[in-house]
């Protein structure tokens, strides 16, 4: 089995800046894509910024220019580095793997993580 762990949301001022991190553990053999999706209040749940195996990062529209993410493959682990973050960043936000876990499968698996609480205000 995999876990996808999250940690550093909070309460933060706009403009401010968090650093989330997601460390995957368990049975990985290799990762095809690791992301952020938010889901605010009302709304549905949305990519923000996705990472695939030896691609290029993409990111939601609204985030461009403000948001970066990075993964440290080593250590089976993504960040997400939010600067200027505005009160409608405010968000659940859940970090996403899709992963393959068995040397016996080809099969890739969305995994997620039980999500980090991010609030944008004053």
């Known amino acids: 089995q995999v876990q996808l762990v999250e940690s550093g949301g909070g309460l933060v001022q706009p403009g401010g800046s968090l650093r989330l991190s997601c460390a995957a553990s368990g049975s990985i053999v290799s990762t095809y894509f690791m992301g952020w999706f938010r889901q605010a209040p009302g709304k549905q749940r949305e990519l923000v910024a996705g990472?695939?195996?030896?691609?290029?990062?993409n990111y939601e529209d609204s985030v461009k220019g403000r948001f970066t993410i990075s993964r440290d493959i080593a250590k089976n682990t993504v960040y997400l580095q939010m600067n200027s973050l505005k009160p409608e960043d405010t968000a659940v936000y859940y970090c996403n793997g899709n992963i393959r876990s068995s040397y016996f499968s080809s099969t890739y698996k969305d995994y997620w993580g039980q999500g980090t609480q991010v609030t944008v205000s004053s």
């Open positions: 990472l695939t195996s030896g691609g290029s990062p």
